[in-house]
T-cell receptor, first 115, second 113 residues
Framework: DSGVTQTPKHLITATGQRVTLRCSPRSGDLSVYWYQQSLDQGLQFLIQYYNGEERAKGNILERFSAQQFPDLHSELNLSSLELGDSALYFC??????????????FGEGSRLTVL | DQQVKQNSPSLSVQEGRISILNCDYTNSMFDYFLWYKKYPAEGPTFLISISSIKDKNEDGRFTVFLNKSAKHLSLHIVPSQPGDSAVYFCAANNAGNNRKLIWGLGTSLAVNP
């Protein structure tokens, strides 16, 4: 158990809809990262928040947005969903804002299926 | 543009033998490398890392070797155990790009009893 909690574990929705994925980081971790893993794709970095502020942005579509709340949990909002958005979405956390130098602790992921 | 490449999608080894997983990178700005292991239905877990100032880092059965001139790193698992069967991701930290981790596509390792 990494200590990172993601909900929901599975989500099935239709094209054009909007969903929200939730992540609670490990106790004490200030950084939250969102990753997308599609079939035949590695882990694609979407966005990082540190203590409520956006810290780094990756390949995140304009239809997607995220935020980190004062209690440090984070939400990833996916809107106008397309079939290609079907993927496993991982949240990870770390203590430091640099993140990449230390280990990231990943949640179990939220599997999104868009029909 | 895949800056971190794991050219073998899968690898199968016998229990007790050595597993060697390879990773190549293209960006000379990468200065820190990590290996993560992922079991089905779980998130990746950190395994071992190496800084570019070193050429080897060892942790129990796991050793990572870095060859900067060849822009190549490898993960050695000795001896391999069935519980090592998982997908292994190589990741590189880009010192010149806000420290984003760049990930390979993973290698699926099967250790056969």
């Amino acid at each position: 158990d990494s200590g990172v909690t993601q909900t929901p574990k599975h989500l099935i929705t239709a094209t054009g809809q909007r969903v929200t994925l939730r992540c609670s980081p490990r106790s004490g971790d200030l950084s939250v990262y969102w990753y997308q893993q599609s079939l035949d794709q590695g882990l694609q970095f979407l966005i990082q928040y540190y203590n409520g502020e956006e810290r780094a942005k990756g390949n995140i579509l304009e239809r997607f947005s995220a935020q980190q709340f004062p209690d440090l949990h984070s939400e990833l909002n996916l809107s106008s969903l397309e079939l290609g958005d079907s993927a496993l979405y991982f949240c990870a956390s770390s203590v430091a804002w640099t993140g990449g130098l230390g280990e990231l602790f990943f949640g179990e992921g939220s599997r999104l299926t868009v029909l | 543009d895949q800056q971190v490449k794991q050219n073998s999608p899968s690898l199968s080894v016998q229990e007790g033998r050595i597993s060697i997983l390879n990773c190549d990178y293209t960006n000379s700005m990468f200065d820190y490398f990590l290996w993560y292991k992922k079991y089905p239905a779980e998130g990746p877990t950190f395994l071992i890392s190496i800084s570019s100032i070193k050429d080897k880092n060892e942790d129990g059965r796991f050793t990572v070797f870095l060859n900067k001139s060849a822009k190549h790193l490898s993960l050695h698992i000795v001896p391999s155990q069935p519980g090592d069967s998982a997908v292994y991701f190589c990741a590189a930290n880009n010192a010149g790009n806000n420290r984003k981790l760049i990930w390979g596509l993973g290698t699926s390792l099967a250790v056969n009893p």
